[in-house]
Every structure is written in structure tokens, then in C-alpha cells.
């Protein structure tokens, strides 16, 4: 059966600090790998990976996938209160997407 | 620029009555579109996707059900809801093909009572 599982499921941390979440997968004709960040309502979309050890990066976040482990992180450098979402992590196969059950950050003042 | 709508925000029904959910996108043509749903506190459930007019994809089984009458339109229905169906539904749309990012509309919060 095809799974996604995030860890940790909830972090607490200080403004400033950096974050790493992490995603694992297994599924069958994988094609790409997606995070979004959940503040009050809908996902927002963050990144595509699609490559193996291609980082890609916007601002204070980045991520990267390993194909060959199956895995993929999400870090946040110089965290800020406004990074306080679920970040949410899903794997493309086929005509779907299979999401995990998200990472719940908290940045404290 | 595409632009999703859902409607209503919000919902509150009693067990047994009936219920439509109505999704439409703007800005693009024959996008594939899904419904999730997303219980308190966890990830996001992937209900019903289609890749066109007519064309359904049910990944569980449950007592709900989905349309697409016209291309960026998609509905989710049920004849008599139970509790269990309370939660958080979203509708996103991608642009098929190797375009794999999900845009999501704002949701609707369906509490059933």
C-alpha cells in the first residue's frame, strides 16, 4: 500500500531557529513530490521536486529529494512567527496526489 | 490567471439530509480536478479526481459521490449524510499532464449534526 509519512508530526520552536521536516515515501509510479504550507485554510503550494539532489529554494525555505531513499526535506533557515503552518508533504503517481498527515510548526516570539 | 471558487464556506446539516458541494475553476481549460476531504488535525484524504467531462475517479468507498456536468465544473454530493462526514472539504485543480502542482480553493467546513 502506498504511504507518505512525515515526521514529526509537531514542533515547537524559537524565532530564528532552523527547521528540518521531513517526508518518507513509498509509493508505485511515483512522478513527483510536492509541499505545500496550511495556515487557516487551503494549501498553498511551496515546491515541485521532481529530480534527485536538485535543491530548490525560495527565500528562508529550501528542499531536496532523494529518489534512491525515498525521502525529502523541507528546511527553514531564521524561522518567524509567520512560518507557524502545517507543512504538508504529497507524492504525485499517476493522476493523484497522496498526501501525509503534515508537520505542525509553531514559532514562538 | 486561474482562479478556483468553492462554495458555501461553511455548512451545517443534519444526519439524513442531502448535500452539494459545488467547485469551479476559472483561467483554464480541461484541468483535472479533485476533492479531498481533511478530518481535525490530520492530512488530506483524496475523495474523487476527474481528467474530464464525465470521467470519476472514486479512490474509497463511501456514501458520497461526484460530477463534472461541464469542464472546470465539479460537484460533490450525497443523498443522506452521516456524521462521520463532518470535516473540511477541499477542491483543487492541476493542469494534467506533467504540470503535478494542485491549486486548492478556500474550502468548505461541513459540520454535520
Known amino acids: 500500500e502506498d504511504k507518505v509519512v512525515q515526521s514529526p508530526l509537531s514542533l515547537v520552536v524559537h524565532e530564528g531557529d532552523t527547521v528540518t521536516l521531513n517526508c518518507s515515501y513509498e509509493?508505485?509510479?511515483?512522478?513527483?513530490l510536492l509541499w505545500y504550507k496550511q495556515e487557516k485554510k487551503a494549501p498553498t503550494f511551496l515546491f515541485m521536486l521532481?529530480?534527485?539532489?536538485i535543491e530548490k529554494k525560495s527565500g528562508r525555505l529550501s528542499s531536496i529529494l532523494d529518489k534512491k531513499e525515498l525521502f525529502s526535506i523541507l528546511n527553514i533557515t531564521a524561522t518567524q512567527t509567520g512560518d507557524s503552518a502545517i507543512y504538508l508533504c504529497?507524492?504525485?503517481?499517476?493522476?493523484?496526489?497522496?498526501f501525509g498527515a503534515g508537520t505542525r510548526l509553531t514559532v514562538k516570539p | 490567471s486561474q482562479t478556483i471558487h468553492q462554495w458555501p464556506a461553511t455548512l451545517v446539516q443534519p444526519v439524513g439530509s442531502p448535500l452539494s458541494l459545488e467547485c469551479t475553476v476559472e483561467?483554464?481549460?480541461?484541468?483535472?480536478l479533485y476533492w479531498y476531504r481533511q478530518a481535525a488535525g490530520r492530512g488530506l484524504q483524496l475523495l474523487f479526481y476527474?481528467?474530464?467531462?464525465?470521467?470519476i475517479s472514486s479512490e474509497v468507498p463511501q456514501n458520497l459521490s461526484a460530477s463534472r456536468p461541464q469542464d472546470r465544473q465539479f460537484i460533490l454530493s450525497s443523498k443522506k449524510l452521516l456524521l462521520s462526514d463532518s470535516g473540511f472539504y477541499l477542491c483543487?485543480?492541476?493542469?494534467?499532464?506533467?504540470?503535478?502542482?494542485?491549486?486548492f480553493g478556500p474550502g468548505t467546513r461541513l459540520t454535520v449534526t
Open positions: 521532481t529530480s534527485s539532489g
Open positions: 483543487a485543480w492541476s493542469g494534467g499532464g506533467t504540470s503535478y502542482e494542485q491549486y
Open positions: 483561467g483554464t481549460s480541461n484541468p483535472n
Open positions: 504529497a507524492v504525485v503517481r499517476n493522476n493523484d496526489m497522496r
Open positions: 509509493v508505485t509510479n511515483f512522478r513527483s
Open positions: 476527474s481528467v474530464g467531462i464525465g470521467q
